[in-house]
């Protein structure tokens, strides 16, 4: 089972479903600020370890938009540690004078957040926000900031409500490390 190659557990269900819900609350607020009704709102969500963070989040956001999924890939398989970044699909196209937010689930040196924001802002978006779940606290600050930030997490590899190692435990509904033999 799973839960038997859990260290212990950072964030459980409910923590991470009270935060989520007042960073769509947030996000909804600004977005009614910002934009009006003929506005074209876009989510842009990076694959895969978004995906249930995304699916929670846009329950609290009450505005007509669209979602582009985009997909990159900064750890590969096993792997733990960052390597290079390769985007594995296009980024919407057609974003030029709509309000964009990037969806992501972890913030670590900035790298993908980065890569992604310079992309999209060639295609002049009229507003161009980002999001994540967490941000990990590292000695170097990351290469972007993010405008809304669920969670400060300290710099450990974590897995669980969408995020994975080797692609499992996305289905874990808590935030949890993994005992080291697990890794
Ligand atoms: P950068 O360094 O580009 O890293 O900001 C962010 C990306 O790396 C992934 N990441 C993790 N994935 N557990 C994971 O499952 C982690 O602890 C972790 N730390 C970083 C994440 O996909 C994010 O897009």
Do not use: W
């Not at 935060?19 to 003929?38: N, P």
């Not at 733990?80 to 689930?105: A, M, N, Q």
């Amino acid at each position: 089972m799973m839960h038997s190659d859990i260290d212990k557990i950072l964030y459980d269900r409910n923590t991470i479903a009270k935060r989520v819900t007042s960073l769509g609350q947030e996000i909804a607020r600004d977005l009614e600020a910002a934009t009006d009704h003929s506005d074209e709102i876009i989510l842009v969500p990076i694959l895969t370890g978004s995906i249930v963070f995304l699916a929670d989040l846009i329950r609290h956001l009450p505005q007509k938009l669209r979602i582009g999924l985009i997909s990159v890939r900064s750890y590969h398989g096993r792997s733990t540690t960052s390597k290079d970044l390769s985007l594995r699909s296009d980024i919407p196209p057609s974003l030029g004078g709509k309000h964009v937010i990037i969806i992501d689930d972890i913030l670590d040196t900035g790298k993908t957040l980065n890569t992604v924001s310079s992309i999209i802002k060639e295609q002049n978006p009229a507003s161009l926000r980002t999001c994540v779940l967490m941000r990990k606290i590292i000695k170097d600050r990351p290469l972007l900031e993010a405008d809304y930030i669920g969670f400060d997490i300290p710099d450990e590899f974590v897995v669980g409500y969408g995020l994975d190692y080797d692609d499992y435990y996305r289905n874990l509904p808590d935030i949890a490390t993994l005992r080291p033999d697990a890794l």
